[in-house]
């Protein structure tokens, strides 16, 4: 019953710090996202992964890298760290891309002081 | 224009009241929408998904207007549980990704 499954759930980190969220699924979807979502601007696509090796970028992808190495993982990671990327992560996964369900993880609360 | 956009809210209705969103989307050539539901700090969750006839899920309607490319949610009889940030969301690039409104927050009060 794991469905989709963020790791960590909050972090706090210094400008310039580096992280990698990780986000896993036990769907075998095809398609994963990362979207941002900040105050009176919903969810904003980072980037995203239409299969296992590959990725795209979304509306806001600067400051962001991604890997897809295995199937059910999608790791994003911030190599410095900026205040501006302060924001609740949500990383979801979908079986046929838009045309299906999209499947939400609970979200990672980051903070950049 | 952003992609999607949706009522600013927030709504505020009494129990048992009818409430209508409303979202309109910018890319003609979309072809798959829905609505999904987002409760305070938690992640957000397929309400339903939105045909061209129109479709209808218990006390929930959804309506598509391709001509006006504009999209509806209507609840009838709303319930303290209906209280929540309602999302319109539409098909984007080539089908292979979701574009979300900002959302629409509703309260629903006792």
């Known amino acids: 019953n794991a469905g989709v499954t963020q790791t960590p759930k909050f972090r706090v980190l210094k400008t310039g710090q580096s992280m990698t969220l990780l986000c896993a699924q036990d769907m075998n979807h095809e398609y994963m996202y990362w979207y941002r979502q900040d105050p009176g601007m919903g969810l904003r696509l980072i980037h995203y992964?239409?299969?296992?090796?590959?990725?795209a970028k979304g509306e806001v992808p600067d400051g962001y890298n991604v890997s897809r190495l295995k199937k059910q993982n999608f790791l994003l990671g911030l190599e410095s760290a900026a205040p501006s990327q302060t924001s609740v992560y949500f990383c979801?996964?979908?079986?046929?891309?838009?045309?299906?369900?999209?499947?939400f993880g609970q979200g990672t609360r980051l903070t950049v002081v | 224009r952003k992609e999607v956009e949706q009522d600013p809210g927030p709504f505020n209705v009494p129990e048992g009241a009818t409430v209508a969103f409303n979202c309109t989307y910018s890319n003609s050539a979309s072809q798959s929408f829905f609505w999904y539901r987002q409760d305070c700090r938690k992640e957000p969750k397929l309400l339903m998904s939105v045909y061209s006839s129109g479709n209808e899920d218990g006390r929930f309607t959804a309506q598509l207007n391709r001509a006006s490319q504009y999209i509806s949610l209507l609840i009838r009889d709303s319930k303290l549980s209906d209280s929540a940030t309602y999302l319109c969301v539409v098909i984007g690039n080539y089908g292979q990704n979701f574009v979300f409104g900002p959302g629409t927050r509703l309260s629903v009060l006792p």
């Open positions: 979801a996964s979908s079986y046929s891309g838009g045309w299906t369900e999209a499947f």
């Open positions: 992964s239409v299969g296992e090796g590959t990725t």
